[in-house]
């Protein structure tokens, strides 16, 4: 952005009168649109020169003359002559815009240049200049005989940013991933692409997306991704369960110093997914029922039996869910007399019987409970517990 201090504002219509170029009073404030710049991006530059407003109902020019000319240079490349023109017919204010075009470099790593260094041009726009990593961008301008007045702005590479735009994600969520890197603005005109390796836990190889800039000269880039349970990960789909780590990351190949223009440096961050359904609610038990050895339907029961408890579970999920089914037998002092569990895995969209065995050695009233919890180290159910009391005789 330009910022005009606000004495020149304010002394600017008296000199607006000026006819004839001041050659006394010479004053010519430089500015660029930004204070430091990338080795490809677009350069904005304004002249403040009110005297060199010689016609009042015409758009002057500055710059393209031999006598008075700008020149608007790098460490190692110039461009001399550059026309600025009025923004107006009586304005007094001259601008120009030059295209930095970087050095010969291979911004990606896959081994082919990304960069075409030119330096052409002659104003006020579509100049394009070469530029070294630490260089400085400089506008002469010889106001009047004798009389340069000079601005510069440093030019160097940037360590890039990359972000997911959540720390968690529920499962059903679509991500999005953002790089910042000024660098890989390599066209000002138009929105560049760079590319992003996105995996997870369950998926280390992942996925390569290609992010887009967000607008032609934001330096800023994204990519969104949705995440899938039960498909494997294509193009900006990612094979990701609840309980994944998703890491993104990119080689930075545009460092600034100390590193050197060959380095590289591995840009990454990493967010949680999660399952969408509350924990509770993962798995659906359905209540208890008994049987015999056989299999055959038990409604009362006797001691020195064999009972087969018989448990049912379901996973409504459309992806595989752990579990540890836990069985406990309290007789009618609450005293817990067995207790048993079976651990494992359930399919997506599946129902699983699970049972156990109990030989009641005494009469009286005992009170089944059954639970599912993740594992057996964090206990978190996954769905209610259950209670049923049966009486053996
Ligand atoms: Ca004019
Ligand atoms: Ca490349
Ligand atoms: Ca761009
Ligand atoms: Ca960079």
């Known amino acids: 952005m330009l910022v005009l201090p606000l004495i020149f504002l304010m002394f600017l219509p008296s000199i607006f009168a000026e006819q004839v170029p001041d ?25 403040l020169a009110p005297s060199w407003n010689t016609d009042r109902y015409l758009i ?31 304005s007094g204010i001259f601008t120009a815009e030059v295209i930095l075009t970087g050095f010969s470099h291979d911004v990606d790593g896959d081994g082919d240049i990304d960069t075409s260094p030119r330096t052409i041009g002659n104003g006020p726009t579509s100049g394009f200049l070469e530029v070294d990593r630490d260089s400085a961008i400089t506008i002469s301008f010889e106001f009047a005989d004798g009389v340069v007045l000079t601005e510069s702005a440093p030019i160097q590479w940037n360590i890039g940013k990359i972000q997911f735009s959540e720390e968690n994600y529920l499962s059903d969520n679509t991500a999005s991933i953002r790089v910042i890197d000024s660098d890989l603005n390599l066209n000002p005109e138009s929105l560049d692409h760079m590319p992003i390796q996105i995996s997870s836990t369950s998926d280390i190889s992942g996925i390569e997306v290609d992010a887009i800039e967000t607008s032609e000269s934001s330096g800023v880039f994204v990519a969104t991704i949705s995440f899938t349970q039960n498909l494997s990960s294509s193009g900006n789909r990612l094979f990701a369960i609840p309980g994944d780590t998703i890491f993104a990351k990119y080689d930075d190949y545009t460092l600034p110093k100390p590193y050197s223009t060959s380095d ?29 050895t056989s299999g055959n339907s038990l409604t009362s029961f006797s001691i020195n039996d064999q009972i087969q408890i018989v448990g049912t579970i ?20 609450n005293y817990v007399v067995s207790v048993s569990w079976i651990q494992g895995e359930i399919s997506g969209n599946q129902n699983l019987n699970v049972s156990q065995s109990w030989i009641p050695k005494k009469t009286g009233v005992y009170t089944i409970e059954t639970y599912t919890w993740n594992s057996l180290i964090n206990t978190a159910p996954l769905s209610p517990s259950l209670s049923t009391s049966i009486f053996v005789k």
Do not use: C
């Open 314 to 333: 379901s996973n409504e999920q459309n992806f595989k869910q752990k579990f540890v089914y836990l069985f406990q037998v309290k007789d009618e002092n």
């Open 60 to 90: 002057d020019s500055i710059g393209d003359d031999e006598d008075h000319p700008i020149e608007i240079s790098t460490r190692e490349h110039s461009l001399v002559s550059y026309r600025f023109t009025e923004t107006d017919v009586n």
């Open 23 to 47: 050659y006394d009073n010479p004053y010519s404030p430089i500015f660029t649109d930004k204070s430091v710049y990338s080795w490809t991006e677009k350069v904005k530059m304004t002249i």
């Open 264 to 292: 590289n440096l591995e840009v990454t961050t990493f967010a949680y997914v999660d399952s969408s359904i509350p924990t509770l609610r993962r798995l659906q038990s359905l209540p208890i029922v008994f049987s015999d």
